[in-house]
């Protein structure tokens, strides 16, 4: 069993940064995708950013720019460096490793979510 674990999240004005974590305990995990979700009070999760295995990104238009996905297979560390950090990036960030047909947004394993609070 898969268990990510976000890290990372915290309150910062608008305009400033913050870098979120998610590390996964599994001897498989440079050859898994993974992606950054984030759900808002009211809303519906939405998706952020994939990283394939391979290393190749996808972006929410909404943070192109602005966010940066990364991993470290060495560490098991997944990231996601958020600049520019905007009052609508208010949410739960959620991580989500492996891919699996069936499950939400098509992702195996998810973690507890790390809150980011951006103020005006």
């Known amino acids: 069993q898969v268990q990510p674990v976000e890290s990372g999240g915290g309150s910062v004005q608008a305009g400033g940064s913050l870098r979120l974590s998610c590390t996964a305990s599994?001897?498989?995990?440079?050859?898994?995708?993974m992606g950054w979700f984030r759900q808002a009070p009211g809303k519906e999760r939405e998706g952020v950013s994939n990283?394939?295995?391979?290393?190749?990104?996808t972006y929410a238009d909404s943070v192109k720019g602005r966010f940066t996905i990364s991993k470290d297979n060495a560490k098991n560390t997944l990231y996601l460096q958020m600049n520019s950090l905007k009052p609508e990036d208010t949410a739960m960030y959620y991580c989500?490793?492996?891919?699996?047909?069936?499950?939400?947004?098509?992702?195996?394993?998810w973690g507890q979510g790390t809150q980011v609070t951006v103020s005006s």
């Open positions: 990283i394939t295995s391979a290393g190749t990104t």
């Open positions: 989500a490793v492996g891919r699996a047909r069936g499950r939400p947004f098509g992702f195996a394993y």
């Open positions: 599994t001897y498989a995990y440079s050859s898994y995708s």
